[in-house]
């Protein structure tokens, strides 16, 4: 396994990160909870350079769900406060990088305090051509697709398109991801193997990468490691590849 190398000419386009366990890594140290969000937030940037460097286009990562809200309001408080704290200091370095962030999810939960953030951290990078890092935050599949489904219907009773009109390529423009191309490869961090409402739509066709690894201490060699076990995969989209025909 060490000696295999990435092959540069099959990388993933978009991969999509489900980054969980920042609690059992804090409890393994006996650290608040809290310590495991804050370390695995500086992750993202690592992992998000990395990706860059090996010529991934777009990495989305599920930093909040629409089920986390269930959670301790402490902690819930403690993660709308982390892209603020991060933001203030690292602005000068999203500025400077060519990394282009966008946000996914609902904006009319989250404090309005967050909510300027995100804007902001959108419109300064939005002429970035590098990476997309698409963050996804008080996310929810279930709740992506009712919007998408609900904004399609607005639209027939305005009279604005017809009923036939709707295919798969206006329903995908009316998801969150709108511009993204489909999910290649989908990271599950941390044991648990379940997609908890997770881009559903996006990885119709995507590959499953599951480690054991807490997120906190995914770093570049388990990235390569996901990416080589994504290169011996046979992906045949429902058809034949040209050697099995
Ligand atoms: C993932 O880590 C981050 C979020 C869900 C916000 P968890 O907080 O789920 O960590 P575990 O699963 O409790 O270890
Ligand atoms: C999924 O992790 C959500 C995020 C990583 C943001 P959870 O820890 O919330 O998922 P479950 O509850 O174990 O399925
Ligand atoms: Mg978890």
Same mark, same amino acid.
Request: hydrophobic letters at 40%.
């Given at each position: ?77 403690? =993660?709308?406060? &982390? ?8 602005? @000068?370095? $999203?500025? #400077?990088?060519?990394?282009?962030? /966008? ?76 511009? =993204?191309?489909? &999910? ?8 648990? @193997?379940? $997609?908890? #409402?997770?881009?559903?739509?996006? /990885? ?42």
């Amino acid at each position: 396994m060490s000696n295999i190398v990435i092959d540069m000419n099959n990388i993933p386009k978009h991969i999509a990160l489900i980054l969980d366990g920042n609690g059992r890594w804090a409890k393994k140290r006996m650290l608040p909870r809290n310590l495991g969000h804050r370390k695995g937030a500086f992750n993202i940037a690592d992992i998000a350079k990395e990706a860059s460097a090996l010529g991934i286009k777009v990495m989305s990562c599920y930093c909040f769900s629409t089920e986390n809200w269930n959670r301790p309001k402490q902690e819930v408080d403690y =993660l709308m406060q &982390v892209p603020i704290k991060y933001f203030k200091r690292y602005k @000068e370095k $999203i500025e #400077n990088s060519d990394i282009k962030v /966008i946000f996914s999810g609902r904006r009319d939960r989250v404090p309005s305090n967050l909510l300027t953030t995100m804007e902001e951290i959108e419109k300064i990078t939005s002429n970035h051509e590098g990476l997309i890092l698409n963050l996804c935050f008080d996310y929810g599949s279930h709740d992506e697709i009712i919007n998408a489904a609900k904004k399609l219907a607005i639209a027939v009773k305005n009279g604005e398109i017809s009923v036939d009109q709707i295919d798969e390529k206006m329903f995908e423009k009316n998801l969150y991801t709108k511009d =993204l191309p489909p &999910v290649d490869l989908l990271i599950r961090t941390s044991g648990e @193997e379940r $997609i908890s #409402n997770y881009l559903l739509w996006q /990885i119709a066709y995507a590959e499953f990468y599951f480690t054991p690894v807490l997120w906190p201490d995914f770093d570049a060699k388990e990235l390569e490691k996901a990416i080589i076990s994504y290169q011996g995969r046979t992906r045949r989209f429902g058809g034949l590849k040209e050697e099995e025909k």
